[in-house]
């Protein structure tokens, strides 16, 4: 009986010990630093766009991303829904952020021309200015707790 209660006091320590980490992983910082053209396929009116996310960490627990789920929108008009993703990647093999430091992750978003944004759809492809807006969450870890932040973000 006494190693049950044990048991259930060393759980209790942990848990109360990794939520302390929470408030310090809220600090993380995520920008929207640059969306640009892979390809385009104007055959099946789609391109690929490359979104770049900027993350720095002012404190000092090192911590990492699993995931960011997103709108993009451009010029005003939501153009679709973006998803980063290494969750399956064990934690020691991903992107670190390590304390004090910075890093950039990149996703790749597929744009598929509609009637409802072609005006968009074509001013992108031209390489025209634009201005891109990103809404949506971020998972941040840690080695005992994690975070999800939301974040609306703006380029251009």
Do not use: C, W
Request: glycine letters at 8%; hydrophobic letters at 40%.
């Amino acid at each position: 009986m006494a190693a049950f209660v044990g048991l259930g006091l060393l759980m209790l320590f942990f848990y109360l010990y990794a939520d302390t980490f929470q408030p310090t992983l809220q600090e993380v910082n995520i920008n929207l630093q640059t969306v640009k053209i892979l390809n385009i396929d104007k055959i099946n009116n789609r391109a690929n766009l490359e979104v770049d996310y900027f993350l720095s960490n002012p404190t000092t627990v090192t911590s990492t991303i699993s995931t960011i789920d997103y709108e993009l929108y451009a010029n005003g008009k939501d153009i679709g829904e973006g998803h980063y993703s290494v969750e399956d990647i064990p934690m020691a093999g991903r992107p670190a952020l390590f304390s004090g430091g910075n890093t950039t992750v990149t996703d790749t978003f597929q744009l598929v021309k509609s009637s409802n944004i072609a005006d968009v759809y074509d001013s992108i492809v031209k390489g025209e200015p634009v201005k891109y807006e990103a809404k949506g969450q971020v998972t941040i870890e840690s080695t005992l707790t994690l975070i999800t932040k939301d974040f609306d973000l703006f380029l251009g």
